[in-house]
Each structure stands twice: as structure tokens, then as C-alpha cells.
């Protein structure tokens, strides 16, 4: 190979992963069983959802929606230590409490990508990419 050594691929595919993040989140996705209770509680979920973001809880949350946009699951991704956590934030969500909502807890293990955050202190704009 003229020089060159050859790459063991496995190797390198461990090399590859032992450089990666590997951040564990927790993530709800939540199902609507009975839609009628959705907008008895709403307001008590927005309130739940938003009060969990600010204690840094909250990774991520919103709906998830087909090709077609109609409305699917719901998707919330948990920053806590385990999936017993998780699974005690979920079952207290307005929505699931109510009836409105079941839910399953999947643990997520993110490897690759990236955020870029840019904000202007100027004006206060933000953007995300």
C-alpha cells in the first residue's frame, strides 16, 4: 500500500465513537387518546411544560406533524438522569393526568450534530440554524 498503513475499519469506528458526545435525554412521546379533554387542560399544560423549561428540565418539547401537517404525537425530550425521572415528569403532564394523553418514555443517546445559536444583543434577534 505503498506507505500507507491500512485503516482497520472497526478501529476506526471506535476511534470515530470515542470522540462523540454521547449525552443520554429521555424522551416522551405523548399520544391523545381522548382529544375532547385536550382544551379543559391546555392551559394547565402550557403552565407544566413551561415551568419544567425554566428549572432546565426541558430539552425540547412541541407536536410532531405528518407529511400531510396533520397533527401527530407529541414529542417532549427530558434532561434528567434516568428513565425513572422521565417516566414521573411524563405521568404528571396535564394532558395524561386528564385522560387526554398516554405516553412512552424511549432514552435517546445523541452522538453527531450540531446547534448555532446567533443573537444580537442590539435588538435582542435571535436566530437558530
Known amino acids: 500500500m505503498s506507505g500507507a498503513e491500512a485503516i482497520d475499519p472497526q478501529a476506526e469506528v471506535e476511534r470515530l465513537k470515542a470522540r462523540m458526545i454521547q449525552r443520554s ?4 412521546f405523548r399520544r391523545i387518546v381522548a382529544p ?23 430539552f425540547a418539547s412541541g407536536p410532531m406533524f405528518s407529511a400531510d401537517g ?7 425530550v427530558f434532561r434528567v438522569d434516568d ?11 396535564p394532558f ?3 385522560g387526554a394523553a398516554e405516553f412512552e418514555i424511549k432514552r435517546w443517546q445523541v452522538n453527531e450534530g450540531r ?4 443573537i ?5 434577534s435571535y436566530e437558530f440554524r
Not at 435525554?25 to 416522551?28: C, D, G, Q, Y
Not at 375532547?36 to 419544567?52: A, F, G, N, P, Q
Not at 446547534?115 to 446567533?118: D, L, P, R, Y
Not at 444580537?120 to 435582542?124: A, E, G, H, L, P
Open 115 to 118: 446547534i448555532t445559536v446567533a
Open 36 to 58: 375532547e379533554r385536550l382544551k379543559s387542560v391546555m392551559l394547565d399544560h402550557y403552565r407544566w411544560i413551561i415551568d419544567l423549561e425554566k428549572q432546565g428540565v426541558v
Open 70 to 76: 396533520s397533527p401527530g404525537v407529541g414529542m417532549t
Open 83 to 93: 428513565i425513572e425521572t422521565a417516566a414521573a415528569l411524563a405521568a404528571s403532564d
Open 96 to 98: 395524561c393526568t386528564s
Open 120 to 124: 444580537d444583543f442590539s435588538d435582542q
Open 25 to 28: 435525554f429521555f424522551v416522551m
